[in-house]
């Protein structure tokens, strides 16, 4: 969302280390593991510091509001069987008269598994300032809902839900919703502030109360959860694995030596799904789990560490219970200049933004749903102008990489 005057630019910043081949700083191998529990009852928020931060129980929502004052992501708790679709036939102006007819034909929304912001409600998205769900009013900075969804609830029960707006200055959801014949219907408003620092802050459309389950943002790396992929590369399909926090960078190599040390030699991503799903198969010979074995992960954490990951077992539904060792590889011991945060001016911009370099690296700029807009190679350090062409209005986010570190910073372009 757009909002020149009040818009507070927040950033990001990575320490990854410093790096040489033949001077990697590895430390002992630690064996860990993640449990679910039984039938996957559980989420696992870790750390790849401290261990598991929390196991909050996982079927206990439906929908979550990522808390950012200047968002408008919503995502489902689409591996609980959560599924959205967007009414085809009305706006707003149809709620009371919802008709569920050819429902089967409809296409369902799921959260996309690059990134976290773009949730299902925001997959029909037409970049700023169409969000999926509203439309951003530039005089009153709030987004306004402008469409209708039936959602089907965890537990396999039918709502017509609209999300009437999002009142930005008070990080404020406002919410109608109910059962399809209109019984039971609800007004619900959900204030972010009290959570702003989590991700999201989530809600339960059949008790009608927030849900308050996440620990906070900066306190872990992984989840381990069930979520909607893409079976195949296209075809949505519930699945049990590993995703990264927001605003963690990963990369994995495949295939390779199990000593593999080169974090380096391949770009890092911001994609949650980097770890993903795909790195266990079930042998029906067996009928057991069997782990790949020489893929490697590189992740960094949230002080700035790289951790290289790799796993040994999945236990499936009976325990929930991944087995993976990690093994530190580069400290976050960089220096303040290093650490310091990138110069980018002027911000909001529109046009181009300067951006001040500490040496030669990769600039890119990508859109809320992750997607890469902009890629520009720098050969030198130093103050260098990115050139936005014709890139629509938004917040975007400009990562800066070179052979130490990342760097990012969110700008708003109007």
């Known amino acids: 969302m757009k909002n020149v005057s009040t818009f507070r630019i927040s950033s990001l910043l990575i320490g ?44 206990t929502w439906d929908i979550a509001f990522y808390t950012n004052t200047w968002s408008a992501g919503i995502i489902t708790n689409d591996g609980r069987g959560v599924t959205l679709w967007a009414y085809p036939a009305a706006d707003t102006s149809g709620y009371v008269t919802l008709d569920t007819t050819g429902l089967s034909s409809w296409t369902p929304l799921y959260n996309s598994i690059e990134s976290w912001e773009n949730g299902a409600f925001n997959r029909n998205s037409k970049n700023h ?5 509203g439309v951003y009013n530039v005089i009153t900075h709030d987004v306004e809902g402008d469409s209708i969804f039936v959602i089907k609830t965890r537990n396999g029960i039918y ?23 209109g019984s039971d219907e609800k007004l619900a408003e959900v204030n972010c502030t009290p959570y702003i620092s989590k991700n999201f802050i ?28 893409l079976y195949g590369g296209s075809i949505p399909y519930i699945v049990t694995g590993v995703l990264n926090n927001i605003g963690s960078v990963a990369n994995r190599f495949y295939p390779v030596a199990p000593d593999y040390l ?6 890092f991503s911001e994609n949650r799904e980097v770890i993903g799903w795909d790195w266990k198969t079930f042998d029906m010979g067996t009928m057991s789990y069997t782990v790949a074995d020489s893929l490697i992960f590189f992740d960094s954490t949230q002080n700035g560490n790289i951790v290289r990951l790799w796993f040994t077992g999945f236990a499936g539904s009976s325990s929930g219970k991944f087995y993976f060792n990690h093994q530190l590889i580069s400290g976050a011991g960089i220096s303040n200049a290093e650490l310091s945060s990138l110069r980018i001016w002027p911000n909001p911009a529109t046009g181009y933004v300067n951006v001040d370099l500490p040496e030669a690296g990769t600039v890119t700029i990508s859109d809320i749903s992750g997607r890469q807009v902009i890629r520009q190679q720098v050969e030198i350090a130093g103050t260098t102008r990115i050139m ?21 910073n969110r700008i708003l372009v109007y």
């Open 262 to 267: 080169d974090w380096s030699a391949a770009p």
């Open 388 to 408: 936005f062409g014709s890139l629509p209005s938004g917040i975007y986010l400009m990562r800066y990489y070179n052979g130490k570190q990342v760097q990012a």
């Open 159 to 181: 709502k017509k839900l609209w999300v009437v707006k999002k009142v930005s200055i008070q990080n404020t959801y406002y919410l109608r919703y109910a059962n399809l014949d």
């Open 16 to 59: 990854v280390g410093m790096w040489a081949i033949g001077s990697l700083n590895a430390q002992t191998i630690i064996p860990d593991s993640a449990a679910m529990g039984a039938g996957y009852a559980n989420d696992v928020y870790f750390s790849l510091d401290n261990g598991t931060v929390a196991s909050p129980a996982a079927a």
């Open 129 to 133: 300032p169409d969000y999926g769900w």
């Open 202 to 229: 989530a809600y339960d459309l059949e008790s009608d109360q927030v849900i308050d389950r996440e620990p906070a943002k900066d306190t872990w790396d992984l989840l381990f959860t069930k979520y909607t992929g």
